[in-house]
């Protein structure tokens, strides 16, 4: 089972950044996290997807009920990967304590650098930075609770790895779906768009999948059958209104090396605090002298 929850951060760029993480329930683990700004439904499938993606599917994901994790798209993903969706009751949260618990460690070992070191200018610097705390740091602590490191007690021997989604699959799972009845002209409209489909599917309700980001592509589905794509007939918007202005489309390559992190880190002596802004820039001689200095200096 994997927990999510949605932790404020600092302000990035003018606007306050938000993590979405998701947590092992049994290792304390983090499969996949994201930082962006909302706490909207793209940024939670964003780190589901790089999740699901690189660690398999959990059987559960457990979740609150605001209104990222309970969007029908979310919904959709879940359903279509074969992940029980399980909300929390509302003001009754068993069970997440152990996020909240993460929520403080992110807060009291990695928040609390960004401020001291003055903050950030752009969201591929913290999510570069909590990238390398991520990996180098938290995975490899001890736990006080289970008393093993998270990254030893996510790959311990004996555990069965979680099945991994083919590409196909994992690319029908993130389209976002919505429902229209075809009209007696064989049309559908989608957001003020109206696209021709085929004449067979009238008066049918169809399956419109897409991606939020491009609206000129629609793929039909009908009783789970592919249908083909729609044909653009009058396209007033280019993307879904939950796209704001400035939110780019997600990549499938994140473009961090995450092995030259973590070589990078192994100079640092042990026992030394890692200067993670350092460590991003590979400026480990910098982190070195920094932490040389006088505490007065």
């Avoid at 589901?48 to 994901?61: M, N, Q, Y």
């Avoid at 007696?184 to 957001?191: D, G, R």
């Avoid at 696209?195 to 399956?207: F, I, S």
């Avoid at 997600?250 to 473009?255: E, M, S």
């Amino acid at each position: 089972m994997w927990i999510s929850d949605g932790l404020h951060g600092p302000i990035v760029a003018g606007k306050r950044a938000v993590l979405f993480a998701l947590l092992d329930d049994h290792s304390r683990y983090v499969p996949g996290h994201r930082w962006g700004h909302g706490e909207d439904t793209l940024g939670m499938q964003a780190a589901l997807h790089d999740a699901v993606k690189t660690h398999g599917c959990p059987r559960k994901l457990y979740v609150d009920n605001g209104a990222a994790y309970s969007s029908h798209q979310l919904a959709w993903s879940a359903a279509v990967l074969d992940i029980a969706l399980v909300h929390s009751r509302p003001g009754k949260p068993q069970g997440r304590g152990k996020i909240e618990r993460w929520n403080r460690t992110v807060r009291e070992q990695f928040l609390v650098e960004i401020e001291a070191a003055g903050g950030v200018e752009l969201l591929d610097d913290l999510n570069r930075l909590f990238t390398a705390w991520l990996h180098q740091h938290y995975h490899r602590s001890v736990h006080s609770e289970t008393g093993a490191t998270p990254v030893q007690r996510y790959h311990a021997e004996g555990r069965t790895p979680a099945t991994r989604p083919d590409a196909g699959l994992l690319r029908r799972a993130f389209l976002w779906r919505e429902q229209r009845r075809v009209t007696a002209t064989a049309t559908v409209s989608l957001h003020g768009n109206r696209y021709e489909v085929d004449t067979a599917l009238v008066g049918r309700v169809v399956d419109l999948l897409f991606t939020p980001f491009d609206l000129t592509v629609i793929e039909v589905e009908y009783q789970g059958r592919v249908m083909g794509r729609a044909v653009p007939h009058t396209i007033g918007r280019h993307v879904h209104p939950a796209v704001k202005p400035g939110v780019a489309a997600p990549v499938d390559a994140t473009g961090i090396d995450y092995l030259y992190l973590l070589e990078q880190a192994h100079q640092v002596d042990v026992g030394q605090a890692i200067n993670y802004l350092a460590l991003a820039d590979g400026d480990i001689e910098q982190s070195r002298h920094d932490q040389d200095r006088p505490q007065n200096a």
